[in-house]
């Protein structure tokens, strides 16, 4: 009985770690992460207003490898920060501001919170962050992680809410992928926060 127990256990563990690694392979090559799956592009200026977003199927993101730092014998010492994007066959190239793809079905809960209140004039003896997830409780309950995304001057952009989330480095600079409920969201140059979602409901 105690085998068996053991051996249970253990399969458990190994199935967590083989879906952990499966993930973190995943985003490792962020350039096949969205490929097949529709998303919305986003950039961001240092104020967080949206300055362009491009929603496509199948994107497929790079670094710019012309701009890495390379040595004498041409390997790579310093990735490019500059990244390429192609949407549906159509390109894109972006180096600078914050940038985030995020899959369709995922939602930013800041987006939503922006449309019905005036987020530069909030009462600031309550925390913004806290004040809008009591206010979207309805997009919010039943979360146990709340993703808050800012701009390289630190000025909330997106916020996104999950049950299940993991976060991976990618061979892009600067940037990083997370898992939400088994959506994608790729993160450039920006700052961003997990918390447990019961830090900031009360």
């Known amino acids: 009985m105690k085998k068996i127990k053991l051996f249970i256990l253990g399969a458990m563990i190994a199935s967590m770690l083989g879906g952990c690694n499966l993930a973190q392979k995943e985003f490792g090559k962020v350039e096949n992460t969205f490929k097949g799956r529709d998303a919305v592009i986003q950039t961001y200026d240092e104020e967080s207003n949206i300055i362009d977003r491009v929603k496509g199927k199948s994107i497929s993101v790079t670094s710019e490898d012309k701009f890495a730092t390379k040595d004498t014998e041409g390997n790579i010492t310093k ?15 972006h ?59 630190g ?34 140059r920006c700052d961003y926060t997990i918390y447990d979602a019961e830090l900031l409901g009360n």
Do not use: C, W
């Open 155 to 188: 000025k909330p952009l997106a916020t996104f809410a999950g049950d299940d989330v993991s976060y991976f480095a990618t061979e892009i600079d600067k940037s990083t992928g997370i898992l939400i409920d088994g959506k994608h969201l790729f993160v450039y």
């Open 79 to 93: 990735e490019s920060s500059v990244i390429s994007l192609t949407v549906g066959g159509k390109s894109m190239v």
């Open 95 to 153: 180096v600078g501001s914050s940038l985030i793809i995020y899959e369709k079905g995922l939602v930013d809960v800041f987006d939503e919170y922006s449309k019905t209140v005036d987020v530069k004039n909030t009462d600031r003896s309550i925390p913004f962050l806290n004040r809008m997830i009591n206010d979207m409780k309805n997009i919010t309950t039943g979360k146990s992680k709340i993703i808050l995304i800012r701009s390289q001057s």
